[in-house]
């Protein structure tokens, strides 16, 4: 759940501009933005983003296996033994690591009623943002416990944070990472206080506008942070899949020079496991035990049973990505001994010319390539050749 009561406009019917088309608007208005002549964000006096760094224990970013994490936000259901009955889902179910949030409803809102803090429509009507956050938050005094939970299991485990007091908090607990939500990306000081703590930034640009993208880089810049993650997302719950947009993904990594995942409020596995053949680095799916169960998530989460074919699907999808360059596997050069050559299919005596009758390209690949085929036609066998004997020059002249 993304914190917020914000609605979303409708997209309306427009020509699809390609990814060079859009790249190269981005890299255009960036420049307009910040007076620069360079290519992209990164010129010669600017600090490069990492195309790689660590997560904890996990290498995240080029050259490595997509970083699956379980989102466990309101699903708990404010029932200590059932988050840690989700994080041990999420280890069965494959997860890197699991993710909370690190909030108090007075740290996002105010007990109001004014239709202003007043979600309409959707799965949270009628509840103000106060009641919701109440509802959702994870207790500051389980996610320590929760991070041994996780920690025991080989996970990473790490937060959101939504003020000073929980980014402070986070440091104390000596979390891997820190997670920027989508309408906290235009949130200047937070992002400055998480960035100065120099562990991994990761911003979810569900409602970003390119300026905010550009601002929280520059602070992060400022701060002397080079490790930053992008993650395409939509803030809403669940996501209709034509708002999705997943073209954007080559477009902010090239635009950005940096890491980019998908934070995925969709239903189903559908959109992440096409995103990987995109070339993610992060997949973050919310995680609950059953969605009947209820909660503010419930509805949009994944069950574990979900999940694990989500990871299973995206580790087959990297199998199978290979490399942009043209060529055969091993296996593949042993197979194309396979493919067609030239062949005597009748016996052919001694003095007798060739002709499409006797010589044809079957499989395999034993006589003489079939390019050749034309100029061996109407040659004379200088000895007998039986049938199937793969054509040679010495049996010709």
């Not at 069965?92 to 690190?102: H, Y």
């Not at 509840?127 to 939970?149: D, F, I």
């Amino acid at each position: 759940m993304e914190l917020t009561a914000a609605k979303r406009g409708k997209m309306t019917g427009q020509r699809r501009i390609t990814p060079d088309e859009a790249l190269c608007r981005m890299e255009a208005e960036i420049r307009i933005c910040h007076g620069r002549k360079g290519n992209g964000v990164n010129s010669n006096n600017e600090i490069r983003m990492k195309k790689e760094f660590q997560i904890g224990s996990r290498m995240v970013g080029e050259g490595h296996p997509c970083f699956c994490v379980a989102e466990m936000s309101g699903n708990h259901l404010k029932d200590y033994g059932r988050a840690v009955e989700i994080i041990h889902a999420a280890k069965e179910a494959g997860a890197d690591a699991v993710k909370l949030q690190t909030y108090t409803a007075d740290s996002l809102s105010v007990d109001s009623d004014k239709e202003w803090f007043m979600n309409r429509g959707g799965l949270w009507d009628g509840m103000t943002e106060y009641q919701l956050y109440q509802e959702a938050s994870t207790p500051w005094e389980w996610q320590p416990r929760l991070q041994e939970v996780a920690k025991s299991l080989g996970l990473e485990c790490f937060s959101s944070p939504f003020d000073f007091a929980s980014v402070d908090f986070m440091k104390e607990c000596d979390m891997p990472a820190y997670k920027i939500a989508s309408y906290e990306i235009n949130d200047l000081p937070l992002i400055r206080r998480a960035a100065q703590m120099h562990k991994p930034m990761i911003f979810a640009t569900g409602v970003a506008h390119r300026e905010d993208i550009e601002r929280a880089f520059a602070v992060c810049r400022e701060a002397g942070n080079d490790e930053v993650m992008l993650l395409k997302c939509v803030s809403a719950y669940p996501t209709p899949y034509e708002e999705i947009n997943l073209r954007m993904i080559p477009t902010l990594a090239a635009a950005y020079d940096c890491p980019v995942g998908l934070s995925d409020h969709s239903m189903g596995s559908v959109v992440p496991v096409a995103a990987a053949a995109l070339g993610i680095k992060m997949v973050e799916k919310h995680l609950t035990l059953r969605r009947a169960d209820g909660g503010p998530d419930g509805a949009f989460s994944m069950e574990p049973e979900e999940f694990k074919e989500m990871v299973d699907q995206i580790r087959i999808v990297e199998q199978a990505l290979g490399v942009p360059e043209y060529g055969l596997t091993e296996k593949q050069e042993k197979e194309h001994g396979g493919s067609r050559s030239l062949f005597a299919v009748q016996d052919i005596r001694a003095g007798e010319r060739l002709t499409p009758d006797n010589v044809r390209s079957i499989r395999p690949h034993n006589g003489l390539h079939t390019m050749h085929y034309e100029e061996v036609l109407g040659k004379t066998a200088v000895c007998d050749i039986e049938k199937g004997t793969p054509l040679k020059w010495e049996l010709m002249e």
